[in-house]
């Protein structure tokens, strides 16, 4: 088996297979794609809420990394101590972030080879044309449980008919580019979000440039929607916007209510959890400092209990433990 048979058995046409499920149902490609992107997104949810909390924990930590740089810039062994220790005291994994972008990016290559196949056809077209899937096209490829919803002698249909301005199906560019916009917008909204609400100042080459991407990224998303098919800006539309979604829970509103103000009186379920941490926190603060006084009350009873040694000294008595 070669490594192009194993690509489309593992990725290209389960994905194939699942838009043609979705068609059968919905009768819409446009559609289709969305029930296939929420499906993908459910599937890996899990890490996505692990990428989240990863990325919320670094930037809550970056003020004490901060700290740790200053104290010991220049002995890199002795900060590369202090960070680990950071990390394990935090319970943060800096690599727990990198795992769903390291998954999306297959994801993304096969569907995009997955919009071309079920638009033009299996194989490279002829003449650089695109004469579309056919019946016994899909036939080679479909699962016995998967229906084939492509008459025997048409072609599957790819527009999206909700957006009338891509006649020419969704395998194709966005001529107006419009969805490339609109993935731009929504990708801007959720890097905000993901942003903290108390932006820690850095000097730190990294984390300005972290920053930095918040806001050229969703400008790299239009410039490349705007040269893919209109099916793959339509899939990143709804994955984006899934992620919001996902936000909203897990991190709250981050740094948007500071270009939308309104957002402000709106609680977030990530803001009362983070409002209950934060009072048992304090909680155990002062059990912690309640029980550091009455340690030190016994200590100063024991003292003045114990009787003055010959020589006008004073013998210190042995430390009683808390009962």
Request: hydrophobic letters at 40%; charged letters at 20%.
């Given at each position: ?58 930037q809550?930590v ?71 899937l ?19 002698d ?27 916009v609109?993935a ?15 932006q ?86 002062r ?37």
């Amino acid at each position: 088996m070669d490594i192009l048979t194993l690509w489309n058995s593992l990725l290209v046409h389960p994905i194939m297979n699942l838009t043609l499920f979705a068609y059968s149902i919905v009768h819409d490609f446009g559609l289709a794609v969305i029930f296939v992107t929420i499906l993908i997104r459910l599937a890996l949810y899990p890490l996505y809420v692990t990428q989240i909390r990863s990325q919320r924990a670094m930037q809550e930590v970056a003020p004490a990394m901060e700290e740790l740089k200053k104290k010991y810039g220049k002995d890199r062994q002795r900060f590369s101590q202090e960070q680990m220790k950071l990390y394990s005291e935090r319970g943060v994994n800096p690599a727990a972030g990198c795992l769903p972008l390291v998954l999306q990016m297959p994801l993304l290559i096969a569907l995009y080879n997955s919009l071309l196949q079920l638009g033009c056809g299996l194989g490279p077209p002829p003449g650089n044309l695109c004469p579309g899937l056919s019946h016994d096209m899909v036939e080679s490829f479909r699962y016995a449980f998967i229906p084939n919803p492509i008459p025997l002698d048409g072609a599957l249909d790819t527009t999206a008919h909700w957006l009338p301005w891509i006649s020419r199906g969704l395998q194709h560019p966005d001529p107006l580019f419009i969805l490339p916009v609109l993935a731009g917008l929504v990708q801007l909204v959720a890097s905000v979000m993901a942003m903290p609400v108390k932006q820690v100042k850095s000097d730190d080459p990294a984390q300005r440039m972290t920053q930095s991407m918040a806001y050229t990224f969703p400008l790299i998303t239009v410039v490349i929607g705007a040269q893919f098919p209109a099916g793959l800006t339509l899939y990143w539309i709804a994955t984006t916007a899934f992620q919001i979604v996902q936000q909203y829970f897990v991190s709250g509103w981050g740094q948007l209510p500071k270009y939308l103000p309104f957002l402000r009186g709106i609680p977030t379920p990530a803001d009362r959890e983070l409002h209950r941490r934060e009072q048992a926190a304090l909680v155990e603060a002062r059990k912690d400092m309640k029980e550091k006084d009455d340690e030190e009350s016994d200590e100063r009873e024991e003292e003045s209990a114990t009787p003055s040694a010959p020589g006008g000294g004073r013998r210190r008595g042995r430390r009683r433990g808390k009962r």
